[in-house]
């Protein structure tokens, strides 16, 4: 059980917790949520609501101290563009993001469009997997995944990778913009599936980074009723008995990177997040 909020602030200085790496730096999904925390606090407008979020991640974010430094970089009417660094102990550009707000807007046919069903659908009776590690990153102990499709090292040739993400039945974290982008890169990449374990030579597994990261808020976390303006949402304790489904796909590639499209949805049908990663595989030539 983990309570990811609580490993994030909004102060100038960031501690990094230890316990949370992958590969020489801490998860991008713990990065991610550090991002929109800064990013959300002290709003000008209350009806601002993250819309987008890209981040480069330029260095591996190394347990303890981190200046966090947040900037307005365009302020209209009805929108609010956010910049979010993060920097190292030696002034090294670790981070660098911009989050994009909106508030609401009057309904019109082709912005209120409401997603296709989850292709593959949900599959509800996976079981909980416990991944060693190494080879699993550190972090992954701190999260519960019950896959269903895609498992790395498989050799597969269809790079898809499927399952169920969660906290724990005991976290008392609830959807909000933060834990979702963190989730959206919580599950390993597509690249790993397709690479043959048993196949691999004297160099053993290649390296895997997260170049680019991006990802837009499609749907509210709860679904409103009539007559009311929010469903009333499940406790954390049912939301993450079962946790979000998760959809990752990789879309095309080419000397040695490659697109990786992943999806973040609620049990009945939200998709809470839209996710498109690049991928570097492998050694430089």
Same mark, same amino acid.
């Given at each position: 059980?983990?309570?990811?909020?609580?490993?994030?602030?909004?102060?100038?200085?960031?501690?990094?917790?230890? &316990?949370?790496?992958?590969?020489?730096?801490?998860?991008?999904?713990?990065?991610?949520?550090?991002?929109?925390?800064?990013?959300?606090?002290?709003?000008?407008?209350? $009806?601002?609501?993250?819309?987008?979020?890209?981040?480069?991640?330029?260095?591996?974010?190394? !347990?303890?101290?981190?200046?966090?430094?947040?900037?307005?970089?365009?302020? &209209?009417?009805? *929108?609010?563009? $956010?910049?979010? *660094?993060?920097?190292?102990?030696?002034?090294?550009?670790? *981070?660098?993001?911009?989050?994009?707000?909106?508030?609401?807007?009057?309904?019109?046919?082709?912005?209120?469009?409401? @997603?296709?069903?989850?292709?593959?659908?949900?599959?509800?009776?996976?079981?909980?997997?416990?991944?060693?590690?190494?080879? !699993?990153?550190?972090?992954?102990?701190?999260?519960?995944?019950?896959?269903?499709?895609?498992?790395?090292?498989?050799?597969?040739?269809?790079?898809?990778?499927?399952?169920?993400?969660?906290?724990?039945?005991?976290?008392?974290?609830?959807?909000?913009?933060?834990?979702?982008?963190?989730? =959206?890169?919580?599950?390993?990449?597509?690249?790993?599936?397709?690479?043959?374990? =048993? !196949?691999?030579?004297?160099?053993?597994?290649?390296?895997?980074?997260?170049?680019?990261?991006?990802?837009?808020?499609?749907? @509210?976390?709860?679904?409103?009723?009539?007559?009311?303006?929010?469903?009333?949402?499940?406790?954390?304790?049912?939301?993450?008995?079962?946790?979000?489904?998760?959809?990752?796909?990789?879309?095309?590639?080419?000397?040695?990177?490659? *697109?990786?499209?992943?999806?973040?949805?609620?049990?009945?049908?939200?998709?809470?997040?839209?996710?498109?990663?690049?991928?570097?595989?492998?050694?430089?030539?």
């Amino acid at each position: 059980m983990v309570n990811l909020s609580q490993l994030w602030t909004t102060e100038r200085i960031w501690q990094v917790p230890p &316990g949370w790496r992958q590969g020489r730096g801490a998860w991008g999904g713990l990065v991610a949520g550090q991002v929109v925390t800064a990013a959300t606090a002290d709003l000008p407008d209350p $009806r601002l609501a993250p819309r987008s979020l890209w981040i480069a991640m330029l260095g591996p974010v190394l !347990a303890g101290e981190v200046l966090c430094e947040v900037r307005d970089l365009r302020r &209209g009417r009805a *929108t609010l563009a $956010r910049e979010v *660094t993060l920097t190292g102990p030696d002034d090294d550009l670790l *981070t660098r993001a911009v989050v994009v707000f909106g508030v609401p807007r009057a309904g019109t046919a082709v912005a209120d469009v409401a @997603p296709g069903a989850p292709d593959p659908q949900p599959e509800p009776g996976a079981q909980r997997v416990e991944l060693p590690t190494p080879p !699993a990153p550190e972090f992954a102990s701190q999260l519960v995944f019950s896959p269903v499709a895609g498992f790395p090292f498989s050799g597969a040739r269809n790079l898809l990778a499927t399952g169920w993400i969660s906290l724990g039945e005991e976290s008392t974290d609830t959807l909000t913009p933060a834990v979702i982008a963190a989730l =959206a890169d919580a599950w390993w990449t597509v690249s790993i599936t397709g690479i043959d374990g =048993a !196949a691999l030579g004297p160099e053993g597994i290649p390296p895997v980074a997260t170049l680019d990261f991006s990802l837009s808020f499609p749907c @509210p976390p709860a679904r409103p009723e009539p007559g009311a303006a929010v469903a009333a949402e499940p406790t954390s304790r049912e939301l993450w008995q079962r946790g979000l489904w998760h959809i990752g796909r990789g879309i095309a590639g080419q000397q040695g990177y490659l *697109t990786e499209s992943r999806e973040l949805w609620t049990p009945d049908g939200r998709l809470l997040a839209l996710n498109s990663q690049v991928i570097a595989v492998g050694r430089a030539g």
